[in-house]
């Protein structure tokens, strides 16, 4: 057709600048790799500012950033509806009602799934619904719908990335691994598979491997988004940490590749305060902050007005008082909606741990890190907590769980 050209996907654009389609393409690739350039979505608005795809994709992009510059897009986008092809319909209708201020989370995951039926190789629309879902704490919702498009992106870069996700919140370790590596197949520079099989491996308390695998990774990962790039370098120092190595390979961590990145001009993602401050949230609960100087202080003084009110009792030494808000019954997986992995989240459980025992609750805390180890029977740390709780209760098996709480730390990094 006259006017029309194809995409990425093979779906059909009103416009007739090659640059507008390049510019969508590369705002594709950008979005699924974790790239740096995502701006490059605005380009394509400035070669056609009559495509109502490239207006649109370039609101979602500003949405959160600059709402009034959005809104310009949205209403050029709306003025040029009428001649817009049906998948261009499509995506506007279902951006625009995910970045509306009234929306409801799960309509905005029908109205993707609907437009994921007509249009099943958009894998843009896949991952803006992935990420939704993930905010939502919802990956059956996601996993349904990737399930749905599956079969018409067989050999696709990317949809095993996030599959695997999916299936790494759904718990099927096996299976993430499995899509992970299909994934990594297709593109061993994806570092969203990357992401995912260190995850398992990390689940599997294969610190080592973990670690191995990842800095082997970690030269592809100069041009991810400040997120991803320090949320790799997070899960690095994470299985250092897990794996009882000395406290200067996650310090080194911290310093090269968290706060460099916090130190760099211009925006910060603000999920990177997060790597940083759910790292040191670890190393405190292990009593090895003393190692980290004032970086704490350096960083809390950058995101002081949202420190959560329970851990900052915690950090107070107010235990009782941040026990009693966390409650009896604590499960860190039931704020999934945060916006967290399981990984991410577990550090919430190991401050709740350690709140049990200071206040001299063991016989709680033995129940639960009993169920806990069951899982993750190679995490060295819940070996020390377990014998801190028999200890405590005098219980004879103190010196059995030490020893292999030793040999654990012995096994994985010297």
């Not at 704490?296 to 009693?324: F, M, T």
């Amino acid at each position: 057709m006259e006017g029309v050209k194809l995409e990425r996907w093979g779906y059909e654009v009103k416009t007739s600048s090659d640059s507008c389609i390049c510019a969508i393409n590369a705002y594709y690739h950008q979005v699924l790799s974790y790239g740096r350039e995502r701006r490059v979505i605005l380009e394509a608005a400035e070669h056609d500012k009559d495509c109502v795809l490239a207006n649109i994709l370039a609101a979602h992009f500003l949405s959160s950033s600059d709402s009034f510059k959005a809104s310009l897009h949205i209403r050029a986008a709306k003025s040029r509806l009428d001649e817009a092809t049906t998948y261009e319909k499509a995506v506007f209708y279902a951006v625009c009602y995910l970045i509306s201020d009234d929306r409801d989370d799960e309509v905005a995951v029908e109205s993707h799934s609907k437009l994921l039926k007509e249009f099943p190789r958009d894998l843009l629309s896949l991952k803006r619904t992935q990420i939704l879902c993930f905010y939502m704490g919802r990956p059956d919702l996601c996993f349904d719908i990737i399930h749905q498009v599956l079969p018409y992106n067989q050999q696709e870069d990317f949809i095993f990335g996030i599959l695997a996700f999916s299936l790494l919140e759904l718990g099927q370790m096996s299976d993430a691994e499995e899509a992970a590596k299909k994934g990594l197949k297709i593109n061993k520079h994806d570092c969203w598979s990357q992401h995912a099989l260190c995850h398992v491996l990390q689940h599997d308390c294969c610190f080592k491997e973990a670690v191995q695998f990842m800095e082997e990774c970690s030269s592809t990962w100069s041009s991810c988004s400040s997120f991803m790039y320090t949320h790799n370098w997070w899960h690095v120092a994470l299985c250092y940490l897990e794996g009882h190595s000395p406290m200067r390979k996650v310090l080194e961590i911290y310093d090269n590749h968290i706060w460099k990145e916090l130190e760099k001009p211009g925006a910060v993602h603000p999920e990177v305060y997060l790597n940083a401050l759910g790292l040191l949230l670890r190393v405190y609960v292990r009593g090895e902050l003393d190692v980290f100087g004032n970086r704490l202080k350096v960083l809390a003084d950058c995101v002081a007005d949202q420190l959560a009110e329970a851990l900052y009792a915690y950090g107070r030494g107010n235990d009782e008082k941040a026990l009693e808000l966390l409650g009896p019954d604590f499960d860190a997986n039931s704020c999934k909606m945060i916006g967290a992995s399981d990984e991410q989240l577990d550090v919430f459980n190991e401050v709740w741990y350690s709140l049990l025992l200071n206040t001299g609750r063991a016989a709680k805390a033995i129940e639960v890190i009993d169920k806990r180890i069951k899982k993750r029977e190679g995490a060295p740390f819940l070996w020390r907590l377990l014998e801190r709780a028999y200890s405590m209760v005098g219980r004879q098996e103190a010196a059995a769980v030490s020893e292999k709480a030793r040999t654990l730390e012995a096994a994985y990094f010297k």
